[in-house]
């Protein structure tokens, strides 16, 4: 196991957060209206967030374990180009109230804290996600890199 750096935790942190901030009640409805994150976002939404999420915790998993670069800058890549598309998603989704399944209207449906503990957690997601990709400096040998050749100076 390596230990990982400051973006990575931030990763790893918010990954989680927001799949258990998921499954917290995001809007107050009528009794019996869908209001958990996993039910009351749409498909498309779950998809994109959850995804994220998971795509986050496979980065941190293969950065701690010590998959070389170039293999996991596939899925780093995949996470940055997603991510900004999703939080955009996620935030017209909660700010234009979903009727909950059942036709309701924006004065029917109030949002609650965890829509926003969501919004926040998968906003750090995606910040982490491009900070994660931020160039440190070489590459070390133990992550893959390759010792440079010697040549003679001309």
């Not at 670069?69 to 780093?76: E, F, K, P, T």
């Not at 036709?103 to 957690?121: D, F, H, K, Q, T």
């Given at each position: 196991?390596?230990?990982?750096?400051?973006?990575?935790?931030?990763?790893?942190?918010?990954?989680?957060?927001?799949?258990?901030?998921?499954?917290?009640?995001?809007?107050?409805?009528?009794?019996?209206?869908?209001?958990?994150?996993?039910?009351?976002?749409?498909?498309?939404?779950?998809?994109?967030?959850?995804?994220?999420?998971?795509?986050?915790?496979?980065?941190v998993a293969m950065l701690?374990?010590?998959?070389?670069?170039?293999?996991?800058?596939?899925?780093?890549?995949?996470?940055?180009?997603?991510?900004p598309l999703a939080f955009?998603?996620?935030?017209?989704?909660?700010?234009?109230?979903?009727?909950?399944?059942?036709?309701?209207?924006?004065?029917?449906?109030?949002?609650?804290?965890?829509?926003?503990?969501?919004?926040?957690?998968?906003?750090?997601?995606?910040?982490?996600?491009?900070?994660?990709?931020?160039?440190?400096?070489?590459?070390?040998?133990?992550?893959?890199?390759?010792e440079p050749e010697l040549?003679?100076?001309?």
């Amino acid at each position: 196991m390596r230990p990982l750096r400051a973006p990575d935790v931030v990763l790893l942190v918010s990954a989680i957060a927001l799949l258990v901030v998921l499954s917290l009640d995001w809007f107050a409805g009528p009794p019996g209206a869908s209001t958990t994150g996993w039910s009351s976002l749409g498909w498309l939404a779950v998809a994109l967030v959850a995804g994220c999420a998971l795509l986050g915790l496979v980065l941190v998993a293969m950065l701690a374990t010590g998959v070389c670069d170039r293999v996991n800058l596939h899925v780093a890549v995949a996470l940055a180009a997603l991510a900004p598309l999703a939080f955009i998603v996620l935030v017209l989704v909660v700010l234009l109230q979903p009727g909950l399944g059942l036709g309701l209207s924006n004065a029917a449906v109030e949002i609650r804290w965890p829509a926003c503990a969501g919004i926040v957690a998968f906003a750090a997601l995606t910040v982490a996600a491009w900070w994660s990709l931020h160039a440190d400096g070489p590459v070390p040998l133990d992550r893959g890199g390759v010792e440079p050749e010697l040549r003679p100076a001309p």
